[in-house]
Nanobody
Framework: QVHPVESGGGLVQPGGSLTLSCTASGLEDFYAIGWFHQAPGKDREAISCMGRNHGNMFYADSVKGRFTINRDNAKMTVWLRMDSLKPDDSGLYYC??????????????????WGKGTQVTVQG
């Protein structure tokens, strides 16, 4: 069984930074792994993904230039560095894994594995 576990959420002021991490023990390293964001009252959307060999990366337009994804296959851990945070970035952040990033880049919200989410609140 693969159960991604997220950490690193919290309260931060606008313009601040947070780094989320997710460890997916047991996940095979050919999986793409990334992050979804669910703002209050809105649907969950993919915001970033990284393929097996650090290629095939995807960033949603809303986070391009502000968020950076990275992964360590030996530790099966993925990080999301979030800079220049805005109040609209508030919400739950879910770690997820799927075969390819391309589905998420096309708007899909399905994944083979999901974490339970970590809360990020951006407010002054």
């Amino acid at each position: 069984q693969v159960h991604p576990v997220e950490s690193g959420g919290g309260l931060v002021q606008p313009g601040g930074s947070l780094t989320l991490s997710c460890t997916a023990s047991g996940l095979e390293d050919f999986y793409a792994i990334g992050w979804f964001h669910q703002a209050p009252g809105k649907d969950r959307e993919a915001i970033s993904c990284m393929g097996r060999n650090h290629g095939n990366m995807f960033y949603a337009d809303s986070v391009k230039g502000r968020f950076t994804i990275n992964r360590d296959n030996a530790k099966m851990t993925v990080w999301l560095r979030m800079d220049s945070l805005k109040p609209d970035d508030s919400g739950l952040y879910y770690c997820a894994a799927d075969i390819l990033c391309s589905g998420w880049a096309a708007g899909s919200d399905r994944a083979d594995y999901w974490g339970k989410g970590t809360q990020v609140t951006v407010q002054g």
